[in-house]
């Protein structure tokens, strides 16, 4: 046993594992003893799928290999220059056209495939990375499912002109790692509920999951302004913006005994003084807020505030707040009718995608397609790319999103998605349950003004 004594400060303790442990064996249990429901709708014909499974797996070069592409080349959140050029490049090899620079996004993209009168469904593309760690969320391999299902799709109309009618949108959406790119987007005019009935994507994870709690998550930037001063000689004549923002850390920090446990808030002190002996004038913290659902993130965003104004009044130093400087994103609202397709679809494949509360919520993050999904009815399944243990966000994950079992999931995960649209626009009764039950969670959000009061 290692004590204070003779431990090596330099370095810091490693933290305990046990809490991880006692989840995994959870999620252990949870697996043997729940499965995903059968679906309720019948979906595109058998032979019909069974073509475009054919199809698809015809094309695992393609999918596989821009997969592999984008993990040797990540580009981080707006630069993905060389990533569009590539999926275009593919794109174009197939006889299909896309138009770049779309909705105010120089890294966006979107290609139509239509057929006449009928329903509209968008698949979506993620395909920036981490800074300094590369494609440690799998987007390489979410781009890939997409471009797979797209192209799939395009191949089966051109062999049966009556496969399907209707639009598939395949939207290339940059920018989902801190920066909200949807939303950018959508305040340029995507992702209207006039212009699509659906929009569906699947995220790599180490689980293969039909659903999983996604938080929403707001960004903010405080200020704090107060007076300089001598800090030995005359320190009564200062107002210490350092002291506000270390009041600020600890209220917070009271504030987490009081909030519902799938809450989170993370901040950071980025400008905290230039001089020991200066009272300090200037101090600013940064911000993300998180709740499970849009009316509770908005309830914790009022409450954080008044910890900032606390702190403003306790010091009398100044603070300017900017919030949402980079959109705000909303929780997840999964459309379980059209993820029971995707659950079959991937049955096919050997998979077994688990229902919600297999794995733990407490392993939450955040995803922009989450503002998506209150506009249109959508779903964001998971599919295994590595092992359980990975976690999303670190190197491990990021050489996981390169292996076989990457290049696999890409492939089945293009299948999904690609049976998902054709269940949609060839099965009126599953459009009907799927729109019935998107009006009863709430129907459409006006998420670009939801915390304007």
């Not at 252990?28 to 199809?55: C, F, I, W």
């Not at 920066?179 to 929009?199: I, T, W």
């Not at 506000?244 to 989170?264: E, I, K, M, N």
Request: negative net charge; proline residues 5%.
């Amino acid at each position: 046993m290692c004590t204070d004594q003779d431990r090596d400060f330099t370095q810091p303790v490693p933290p305990n594992p046990a809490f991880t442990r006692h989840i995994a064996a959870e999620t252990d249990e949870n697996k043997q003893t729940m499965r995903y429901h059968e679906p309720t709708q019948e979906g595109a014909p058998a032979e019909l799928s069974e073509k475009l499974e054919g199809l698809i797996d015809g094309m695992s070069q393609d999918i596989v290999g821009l997969s592999q592409y984008l993990h040797a080349n990540p580009e981080t959140a707006f630069e993905e220059y060389g990533s569009v050029k590539k999926i275009v490049e593919i794109l174009t090899k197939h006889g299909l056209e896309a138009e770049t620079g779309v909705y105010g996004v120089e890294t966006a993209f979107e290609s139509h495939l239509e057929n006449g009168e009928g329903p509209t469904i968008a698949i979506l593309s993620e395909y920036d990375a981490l800074p300094n760690i590369g494609h440690a969320c799998g987007h390489n391999v979410m781009a890939a499912t997409g471009l797979g299902a797209y192209l799939g799709l395009a191949a089966l109309l051109k062999e049966n002109p009556d496969a399907f009618h209707g639009t598939v949108k395949y939207i290339g959406t940059p920018a989902e790692e801190g920066s909200s790119g949807k939303e950018v987007m959508a305040r340029g005019g995507a992702f209207k509920p006039e212009d699509m009935d659906a929009a569906i994507m699947v995220h790599s994870y180490g689980y293969d999951l039909a659903d999983q709690v996604w938080l929403g998550r707001r960004v903010l930037t405080a200020k704090f302004t107060g007076a300089a001063a001598h800090a030995s000689s005359q320190p009564f004549m200062g107002r210490n913006a350092l002291d506000a923002a270390a009041l600020t850390y600890q209220g917070l920090a009271v504030l987490r005994q009081q909030v519902p446990p799938s809450d989170r808030i993370h901040a950071i002190i980025t400008e905290g003084g230039t001089r020991q002996s200066i009272i300090t004038e200037n101090a600013e913290m940064k911000f993300y807020v998180r709740s499970k659902y849009p009316d509770t993130l908005k309830d914790l965003s009022k409450r954080v505030e008044k910890v900032l104004k606390g702190a403003a009044m306790m010091t009398d130093c100044g603070l300017e707040l900017d919030w949402d400087y980079s959109p705000a994103t909303l929780g997840v609202r999964t459309n379980d009718q059209l993820t029971s397709r995707w659950v079959e679809a991937e049955r096919k494949r050997g998979r077994e995608p688990l229902p919600l509360g297999v794995v733990s919520e407490i392993l939450a993050a955040s995803t922009d397609f989450g503002n998506v999904s209150y506009r249109v009815p959508g779903i964001h399944p998971l599919i295994k790319v590595g092992r359980e243990d990975q976690a999303l966000h670190t190197r491990d994950f990021a050489e996981a999103a390169g292996t076989e079992a990457a290049d696999k999931a890409a492939v089945d995960g293009a299948y999904g998605l690609a049976q998902v649209a054709l269940d949609f626009l060839s099965d009126e009764k599953l459009r009907k349950a799927v729109k019935e039950e998107f009006e009863a969670a709430g129907g459409t959000v006006d998420v670009e003004h939801y915390f304007d009061d």
